[in-house]
């Protein structure tokens, strides 16, 4: 569905491939040639949004079933739709979110082998059926990101290597089956680099 009049742009990939890295530098770069530009970070970004991101993240640590755990993703995703991401779209300004509905696929789907069709139909439903105009899926290993972290890990961070390879196998499924709007960027490369790609890719596509 297309109701906007703003872009949107989403960042995707595995826990430290660099992407909150790359959507500040897009952000910051927006708006400083004046293309008003907001970002949003998955999952919370809303009151409502932030408590369920405490329950998935943080509490609860072994109790969440893999269903519960696909609903209040989407859940939290519905009230971060409707209440920042399609009001600030319709009123002209750009969202740049990290991280949006193929986490689901690729997290709940891919990850823990939840059924791919049914989860599209259910993301659908919570975001209103809006779609991002461009995905950034920001490609790493998952040694090299393991590497990377220096924090402590949240409970879906700490899942380990394997099931990280079958989160980021399910991006690259997703990025053949969504080429229209999927850009495999390649996160090995420099911060610098990374972010030129981006900004060249968005110019190509008119957004910038
Ligand atoms: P994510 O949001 O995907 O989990 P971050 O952007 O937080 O990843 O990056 C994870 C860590 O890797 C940070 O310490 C960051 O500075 C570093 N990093 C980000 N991009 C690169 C890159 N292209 N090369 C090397 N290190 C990077």
Request: hydrophobic content about 35%; charged content about 30%.
């Amino acid at each position: 569905m297309s109701i906007s009049k703003g872009h949107f742009i989403t960042f995707e990939g595995i826990d430290g491939c660099g992407k909150s890295t790359q959507v500040k530098m897009l952000v910051e770069a927006m708006n400083r040639i004046e293309k008003k530009t907001i970002l949003v970070r998955e999952p919370g970004g809303t009151t409502i949004s932030e408590e369920i991101r405490e329950i998935l993240l943080h509490r609860h640590q072994s109790n969440i079933s893999d269903r519960t755990e696909a609903l209040l993703m989407t859940g939290s995703r519905a009230q971060l739709t409707y209440e920042v991401i399609m009001p600030n779209l319709i009123n002209g300004r750009n969202v740049v979110a990290d991280r949006f509905y193929d986490s689901t696929l690729a997290y709940q789907g891919g990850g823990r082998k939840l059924d791919l069709d049914w989860l599209i139909k259910l993301n659908y439903f919570a975001t209103y059926e809006l779609e991002p105009d461009v995905t950034f899926f920001v490609d790493i290993l998952p040694e090299e990101a393991s590497k990377r972290k220096n924090k402590e890990e949240d409970r879906i961070e700490g899942a380990g290597i394997e099931f990280q390879t079958l989160v980021r196998n399910t991006y690259l499924e997703l990025s053949i089956r969504f080429k229209e709007r999927f850009i495999v960027i390649n996160g090995h490369d420099t911060i610098e680099n990374i972010h030129k790609s981006i900004l060249a890719e968005l110019r190509r596509r008119q957004i910038l």
